[in-house]
């Protein structure tokens, strides 16, 4: 009797076992698809919901870790390609930045030698060269200006003193021939007089 009840209850034990797998055999097979189709997080809730606790130890199936296994290294591998293609973009970004960076360089270097202008081998911008060749150009014609001025004042002056000296030479000459009237007129008058005194 003890062994028909401990082979009813191993019959009972076995067949709920036995009802539970099969529940669980037909809730995996329609919950199987998480671990095809869903993400990381849903197939691992998948494996942790459907393994079988005893004690401190759980049991899962083999195939589920494998194809979770599978399914992280494709993720991993997946997400390395994209850090690969990533980091390409990156650098041919950042070549492109660089390049970028150089042409503006050059052309600002451009822009700076356009603009610029070499003056007595010192380098200007093109309106201080401006500047400083109309601030040369006022002064050479002041210059100029005061000069002519100058010149024609002393020309002025000149011409003056040119007159002076004639108008002097001309008083001269008529001082000169007015003494010389006079020196004659008194030399006649001492020839006359000598001549009324000899006779």
């Keep these: 009797m003890k ?3 401990i082979k009813i209850l191993v019959l009972f034990f076995l067949s709920i076992h036995l009802s539970a797998q099969d529940s669980i055999q037909k809730t995996t097979n329609m919950n199987i698809q998480v671990l095809d189709k869903g993400n990381l997080m849903e197939q691992k809730q998948f494996i942790i919901e459907n393994s079988f606790v005893k004690g401190s130890f759980i049991s899962t199936k083999t ?16 997400l390395k390609t994209e850090l690969t293609v990533a980091k390409q ?18 052309n600002e270097e451009m822009l700076l030698k356009k603009d610029t202008i070499s003056f007595l081998g010192i380098p200007m911008s093109k309106i201080a060269y401006k500047s400083i060749m109309w601030i040369l150009v006022i002064l050479l014609a002041a210059g100029l200006g005061y000069y002519v001025y100058k010149f024609k004042n002393s020309h002025v ?7 002076r000296y004639e108008e002097l030479e001309e008083e001269y000459k008529e001082s000169r021939s007015r003494s010389l009237e006079r020196e004659q007129l008194l030399n006649r008058k001492l020839f006359d007089e000598q001549k009324k005194n000899n006779k």
């Design 157 to 163: 002056l000149t011409k003056a003193a040119i007159q």
């Design 89 to 106: 973009q990156a650098t041919t970004i950042l070549n492109e930045n660089n390049a970028l960076k150089s042409e503006v360089s050059q």
């Design 63 to 78: 195939d589920w870790l494998n194809k979770f296994h599978t399914h992280i290294l494709d993720s991993v591998n997946k």
């Design 3 to 5: 062994n028909l009840l």
